[in-house]
């Protein structure tokens, strides 16, 4: 099976910038969808951004287009999240996942990795 693991979070300062990893191990099939979600205390998951694995065609949430920008390293078989211009909004604990489809990492069974806990203040 496939194992996501993330990397990257902390505290910084809002208006800061912050890069997200994830690196997939394992058996990557049915895998061609990447993208992050996240959540914060008391709110529900929620879709930040996704990327194609083969075609790199992305999708983001409203709430980050223009701040969040996802990409891949197919070498390093790693997907990022670069921030920027970070809210205290956007604090929470943000999560890989990974599905067939973009499509389907709305709205099938996904494979999550532990999460990263990302920190704005004020």
């Known amino acids: 099976q496939v194992q996501l693991i993330e990397s990257g979070g902390g505290l910084v300062q809002a208006g800061g910038s912050m890069r997200l990893s994830c690196t997939a191990s394992g058996r990557t099939d049915n895998t061609n969808a990447r993208g992050w979600f996240r959540q914060a205390p008391g709110k529900e998951r929620e879709f930040v951004a996704a990327?194609?694995?083969?075609?790199?065609?992305?999708d983001y949430a409203d709430n980050v287009k223009g701040r969040f920008t996802i990409s891949k390293d197919n070498t390093k078989n790693t997907v990022y999240l670069q921030m920027n211009n970070l809210r205290p909004a956007d604090t929470a604990i943000y999560y890989c996942a990974s599905a067939p489809t973009i499509t389907m990492l709305h709205i099938s069974q996904k494979l999550w990795g532990q999460g990263t806990q990302v920190t704005v203040s004020s």
């Open positions: 990327i194609h694995w083969f075609s790199g065609n992305t």
